[in-house]
């Protein structure tokens, strides 16, 4: 089976920026989507297909994807950017999601 | 505007069944897959499958093949999801998410999740 790996944490100072990675064999060659998941409520979609954000989403959220690491990265981070991230992929007839990535904004 | 509405908490017994709905409304019912996903507490987010609401064939996690059902009321734009043979490991909140217009793969929308409780 396909498996995709995130650090379990990151920080960033307020008003820096943030970067999560998302690391599986050749990732480059598939489509990658993040979501942020805040406790108690549902994930929301923040980028899909590698670099695209949903109506709705800041700027401040971009994506990037090549080789064998897919980035999310969070610019001029802002307190209500706390969150779990989780990225997601199709691979072998499966949906799979990383483990998730806590970021917290100092 | 796209909404999903799932259906409220559940409390089961080892063993037993339990059938969590999933209302949809905003949009064609039949243009868009419709995904389940899992969280265990303190634990990551598990897809579990997806249905075509269209022709209601359906995709199931290795994982959860044999007791998993997935199926649709097209009448009432309305999906469901059955997990049978309960244990206490399957405690989770349960979500149902509409598939992106962009990319089948991606969920655009998600309900708000329905907790089932699963007690030895």
């Known amino acids: 089976s396909y498996e995709v790996t995130q650090p379990l944490s990151v920080s960033v100072a307020l008003g820096q920026t943030a970067r999560i990675t998302c690391e599986g064999n050749?990732?480059?060659?598939?489509?990658v989507h993040w979501y942020q998941k805040r406790p108690g409520q549902a994930p929301v979609l923040v980028i899909y297909?590698?670099?695209n954000r949903p109506s709705g989403i800041p700027e401040r959220f971009s994506g990037s994807n090549s080789g064998h690491t897919a980035t999310l990265t969070v610019s001029t981070a802002q307190a209500g950017d706390e969150a779990h991230y989780y990225c997601?992929?199709?691979?072998?007839?499966?949906?799979?999601f990383g483990g998730g990535t806590m970021l917290t904004v100092l | 505007q796209v909404q999903l509405v799932q259906s409220g908490a559940e409390v089961r017994k080892t063993g037993a069944s339990v059938k969590v709905s999933c209302k949809t409304s905003?949009?064609?019912?039949?243009?868009?897959?419709i995904h389940w996903v899992r969280q265990a507490p303190g634990q990551g987010l598990e897809w579990m499958g997806w249905?075509?609401?269209?022709?209601?064939?359906?995709n199931y996690a290795q994982k959860f093949e044999g007791w998993v059902t997935m199926t649709r009321d097209t009448s009432i734009t309305t999906v469901y999801m059955d997990l049978d043979s309960l244990k206490p490991d399957d405690t989770a909140v349960y979500y149902c998410a509409r598939a992106a217009p962009a990319d089948y793969y991606a969920m655009d929308v998600w309900g708000r999740g329905t907790t089932v409780t699963v007690s030895s």
């Open positions: 905003g949009y064609t019912f039949i243009d868009h897959y």
């Open positions: 997601q992929v199709w691979a072998i007839n499966a949906v799979v």
């Open positions: 297909r590698d670099t």
């Open positions: 050749n990732i480059g060659s598939k489509d």
């Open positions: 249905i075509n609401p269209k022709a209601g064939t359906t």
